[in-house]
């Protein structure tokens, strides 16, 4: 048998390096979809929670049992400043991920900055908010109105704060490691949290703010 037959020449490309590779694209692009879908089924529980949280609101927003009413506790310009920095938030994290996709490193990580400084200046004024309702009496045990306010709009908060600190972790994620695509995948669920939540804040805003002050 010749040596040709035994070993034969590889000056063509390897088939086997073809499938392999193949391989691993599959398996990455399946890992992609299980955790999107994953990612999703969570925001749809949270979006449940956040619904019963809405709902407990319509029953007992109203019950203000002789304490502040919405139109003297809520400061609607404070209220409007705050959502400003939260939708602003969105459109900076927006161009982050643009930035990702092109393979910045260094933006994608200033627009993660930015969108941190305003998510922080967000729970900021939430937390002067509160501060200034609790010094006035008006404590989530005044009322029922109060209370319902103060868990959903606290949850809302406490969401943010987590989101916040993703965006730390997913900062030092991306000095150490870069734009691969492990961090792309990691980024990509944040940003459909952070969207998640102006969505929520748009009907905080418009159901517990809007309409309390003007009914």
């Known amino acids: 048998m010749s040596a040709q037959a035994m070993n034969p020449a590889h000056d063509g490309p390897d088939p086997r390096a073809y499938h392999l590779a193949e391989g691993e694209d599959h398996d990455h692009a399946h890992g ?9 089924i969570y925001l749809m529980s949270d979006a449940l929670i956040f619904a019963a949280l ?6 007992v927003g109203t019950s203000y049992a002789g304490g502040p009413t919405p ?17 602003i938030s969105s459109i900076t994290f927006g161009m982050g991920m643009i930035a990702m996709e092109e393979g910045k ?13 305003f998510g922080a200046g967000f729970v900021a004024v939430e937390l002067h908010e509160f501060a200034g ?8 045990q005044r009322s ?19 989101g916040l600190l993703w965006i730390l ?16 995948r ?10 998640f939540l102006d969505i929520i804040w748009i009907g905080v805003f418009t159901f517990i703010y809007l309409f309390g002050v003007i009914r």
């Open 144 to 162: 029922a109105f109060l209370s319902a306010f103060f868990t959903l709009v606290g949850t809302h908060g406490l969401h943010v704060s987590f």
């Open 105 to 117: 490193k260094g933006m994608t990580q200033l627009w993660l900055v930015i969108t941190f400084l």
């Open 186 to 195: 990691r980024l990509m669920c944040l940003s459909m949290f952070w969207h």
């Open 54 to 59: 809405f709902a407990v609101f319509g029953v």
């Open 133 to 140: 309702l609790i010094a006035e009496g008006a404590t989530p």
């Open 169 to 184: 972790v997913m900062l030092v994620q991306v000095a150490i490691y870069g734009i691969g695509a492990e961090n792309k």
């Open 71 to 87: 139109h003297e506790a809520f400061e609607l310009p404070l209220v409007a400043l705050n959502t400003a920095l939260l939708l």
């Open 32 to 40: 992609d979809g299980a955790t999107q879908l994953g990612f999703w």
